[in-house]
Nanobody, 115 residues
Framework: QVQLVESGGGLVQPGGSLRLSCAAS????????LGWYRQAPEEQRKLVAM???????LYADSVKGRFAISRDNAKNTVYLQMNSLKPEDTAVYYC?????????WGQGTQVTVSS
């Protein structure tokens, strides 16, 4: 079993930045894909960004050019740098890890973009 713990959420003004972190309770194989997902009220959870063991990345169109995902295998941590935040980025952000789908989820961290 793996526990994922997110941190770094909060309230930020439009145009601002936040960095989310997700720490795993143990080392994950480099085969695991790590991703950030978000869920706004009354919406389904959606993929925001994903990073594979070889470092390749995938982003939702809505965040391309604004968000950047990275991983530090030595620290068992994945990050999401979010810049130029917009009100529509407001959601609960979840970290997920898995070999093919998502095998493990974090508890989520709230991001609110508002003036």
């Amino acid at each position: 079993q793996v526990q994922l713990v997110e941190s770094g959420g909060g309230l930020v003004q439009p145009g601002g930045s936040l960095r989310l972190s997700c720490a795993a309770s143990r080392t994950l194989s480099g085969l695991y894909r790590l991703g950030w997902y978000r869920q706004a009220p009354e919406e389904q959870r959606k993929l925001v960004a994903m990073i594979s063991g070889d470092g390749s990345t995938l982003y939702a169109d809505s965040v391309k050019g604004r968000f950047a995902i990275s991983r530090d295998n030595a620290k068992n941590t994945v990050y999401l740098q979010m810049n130029s935040l917009k009100p529509e980025d407001t959601a609960v952000y979840y970290c997920g890890a898995g070999l093919y789908g998502v095998d493990y989820w974090g508890q989520g961290t709230q991001v609110t973009v508002s003036s």
